[in-house]
């Protein structure tokens, strides 16, 4: 019964824990062994998992009464960090809290998808013409903004996870191939829109080996890394990419390339198997839901989780092109990992108040 008293989903809270644990692992080998490394993904980890839990505890109805402040809050947020964002390798996306960062962005991912619902189920299903074009113009607006600090990654998953609330809300297949049409002949645009070292990763995507020291290094020495673990892998600790620095971001976005080389195509399937059961598990949390709010903002919530993981894991691999995306729960960061926990308590919230109800 504890699950209930605190209002968590076991099948999910264990599957969390089991990556967690996995993640701990991984980055204490990606970092060399650094143990204040290690300290402080621990304790973010922890964090995170107490924001799941504080999440949990809301009622679903609260979460849709916040959901145009939060989303509020949230476009002030960019429109400060472009004015006065620390700036990083080139990047204007964080906001400097005294002795930790913060970035806005990461708020979007939660209530971009909390806000397309929450409008979307004031009305009857599927929407009208009228609040499709509203609900793209949540999804696009904070898209642009955080496309400007530049990130492409966050953006893409932004706007993706508002898209997929009009998806779920009954999107008609005429508004779909329109949209997709639109697209495409905007793809002109968008290209000259890029700058040159996204437009690089793109073309990159094509022929790594064209410029194998400069835009195609990270996803040659990432397929060396997986390719080199074999079917079993090189074991815990024995990541050579990764310890002789041959591996960028090897604990951050392309940790899962140390994880592919020290336990081989076995961990790859163990790794996915265990990604897919969440993304699972939070789309049948969004089936058993109990109103239109809940069910459109939890299958959002896992279909953005499963995009997430499957643009980290595809550029990795070299089969898309790097956008700077980290992978859910094992990547290396603050920001990314309590948003990621605090949509899990969404998801959790909608779950075990649900059943209360029932009883």
Request: no cysteine; proline share 5%.
């Amino acid at each position: 019964m504890w699950q209930q008293r605190l209002h968590l989903d076991k099948p999910l809270f264990f599957a969390l824990v089991t990556l967690a644990a996995l993640s701990v692992a991984i980055v204490y080998s990606a970092s060399a062994k650094d143990e204040a490394v290690t300290i402080a993904h621990v304790m973010r980890l922890g964090l995170g998992f107490a924001v799941l839990l504080g999440v949990a505890q809301i009622r679903p109805e609260l979460l849709e009464r916040w959901a145009p402040h939060l989303f509020g809050a949230g476009l002030v947020l960019l429109a400060v960090v472009l004015g006065v964002g620390a700036i990083s390798k080139g990047a204007q996306r964080w906001l400097s809290l005294g002795i930790v960062r913060f970035q806005p962005s990461e708020i979007m991912k939660l209530a971009v998808p909390m806000m397309a619902a929450w409008y979307l189920a004031r009305d009857s299903l599927p929407p009208s013409y009228p609040r499709i074009a509203v609900g793209f113009a949540i999804a696009l607006v904070p898209a642009v903004l955080i496309l400007k600090q530049p990130d492409l990654g966050t953006a893409i998953l932004v706007a993706a996870s508002g898209f997929f609330v009009l998806f779920l809300a009954g999107l008609r297949k005429r508004i779909m191939w329109t949209g997709i049409g639109l697209l495409a002949a905007a793809a002109p645009i968008l290209w000259n829109h890029l700058h040159d070292y996204q437009r690089n990763r793109i073309l990159t995507l094509f022929d790594p080996a064209a410029d194998p020291l400069g835009t195609g290094y990270h996803t040659i020495q990432s397929m060396i890394a997986i390719g080199s673990g074999g079917f079993y892998g090189k074991g815990w600790l024995n990541s050579s990419q990764a310890h002789l620095e041959y591996l960028p971001e090897s604990q951050t976005d392309f940790i899962f390339a140390v994880f592919g080389e020290e336990f081989g195509l076995i961990g790859i399937l163990v790794a996915l198997a265990l990604y897919a059961f969440i993304a699972l598990r939070m789309l049948l949390i969004a089936f058993y839901a109990q109103d239109t709010f809940a069910r459109l903002l939890a299958g959002a919530l896992g279909l953005a989780f499963f995009v997430q993981f499957f643009v980290n894991i595809g550029m990795v691999s070299g089969i898309l092109p790097v956008v700077g995306v980290p992978l859910p729960m094992m990547s290396y960061g603050g920001s990314s990992i309590l948003t990621l926990m605090a949509g899990f308590g969404m998801l959790m919230s909608i779950q075990t108040h649900r059943k209360l109800v029932e009883f």
